[in-house]
T-cell receptor
Framework: AQSVTQPDIHITVSEGASLELRCNYSYGATPYLFWYVQSPGQGLQLLLKYFSGDTLVQGIKGFEAEFKRSQSSFNLRKPSVHWSDAAEYFCAVGGGTSYGKLTFGQGTILTVHP | DVKVTQSSRYLVKRTGEKVFLECVQDMDHENMFWYRQDPGLGLRLIYFSYDVKMKEKGDIPEGYSVSREKKERFSLILESASTNQTSMYLC???????????FGPGTRLLVL
C-alpha cells in the first residue's frame, strides 16, 4: 500500500529565510509525486509535480522539489520565504493508474514571521 | 482554467439528517473524487468516480454514498449525518490519462 509521511506538523520561519519541507513516501512502483498548497479557507492548489526525467522540478511561486529515489523522498524547497507563503502544504503520491488516485501526507503548516 | 465548484462553503446540519454535497466541474473530466480533510490526518479519499454512473470506494467510505448521473456533477451523500462526520470536504476532478487533480474550495460541514 502506498503512504506518505510529512514528519513536520508545523514549521516556523522568518521572512526571507530559506525553507525545506520534508516528504517521504512508500510506493511499490515508480511514483508520481505532487506538492499542493492550501491557503486558509481555500482549496488545494498544485505547486509542482514529478513524473519522470530531471529529478529537480520547478514549480509556481518560486518553489522547487527534488526527487531522491534512494531516500524515497520528495522535499520541497524555497530559497527565500515571503509572508504570503504562510499556508498548509501537502505532499501526495499516485501511481499512474487510469483512475489517478492520490495518497496525501498529513500536511505541514507553515508560519512566517516578519 | 479548470474550475471546480462546490455548492456550499459552510453547512450546519443536525444528527440524523440526510446531507447532500454537490460538486461541479467545467472541464469535461472523466474522473472525480471526494476527500475529507481533518487536522493531522491530511486528505483521505472517500469515494471516486471514473465515469458517469461508475463509482468506487476509497479509503473511508463508511457512512457515505455518492451519485454521478452527469459527467460534470458528483454528489456526496451522508445518509444519516453523525457528529463524527464534522469535517472539511474537498472535491477534485481529473482528466483520465493525466495525473493532476484540480480541487474545489471545500465545504466545511458541522453536524450538531
Amino acid at each position: 500500500a502506498q503512504s506518505v509521511t510529512q514528519p513536520d506538523i508545523h514549521i516556523t520561519v522568518s521572512e526571507g529565510a530559506s525553507l525545506e519541507l520534508r516528504c517521504n513516501y512508500s510506493y511499490g512502483a515508480t511514483p508520481y509525486l505532487f506538492w499542493y498548497v492550501q491557503s486558509p479557507g481555500q482549496g488545494l492548489q498544485l505547486l509542482l509535480k514529478y513524473f519522470s526525467g530531471d529529478t529537480l522540478v520547478q514549480g509556481i511561486k518560486g518553489f522547487e522539489a527534488e526527487f531522491k529515489r534512494s531516500q524515497s523522498s520528495f522535499n520541497l524547497r524555497k530559497p527565500s520565504v515571503h509572508w504570503s507563503d504562510a499556508a498548509e502544504y501537502f505532499c501526495a503520491v499516485g501511481g499512474g493508474t487510469s483512475y489517478g488516485k492520490l495518497t496525501f501526507g498529513q500536511g505541514t503548516i507553515l508560519t512566517v514571521h516578519p | 482554467d479548470v474550475k471546480v465548484t462546490q455548492s456550499s462553503r459552510y453547512l450546519v446540519k443536525r444528527t440524523g439528517e440526510k446531507v447532500f454535497l454537490e460538486c461541479v466541474q467545467d472541464m469535461d473530466h472523466e474522473n472525480m473524487f471526494w476527500y475529507r480533510q481533518d487536522p493531522g490526518l491530511g486528505l483521505r479519499l472517500i469515494y471516486f468516480s471514473y465515469d458517469v454512473k461508475m463509482k468506487e470506494k476509497g479509503d473511508i467510505p463508511e457512512g457515505y454514498s455518492v451519485s454521478r448521473e452527469k459527467k460534470e456533477r458528483f454528489s456526496l451523500i451522508l445518509e444519516s449525518a453523525s457528529t463524527n462526520q464534522t469535517s472539511m470536504y474537498l472535491c477534485a476532478s481529473r482528466d483520465s490519462g493525466q495525473e493532476t487533480q484540480y480541487f474545489g474550495p471545500g465545504t466545511r460541514l458541522l453536524v450538531l
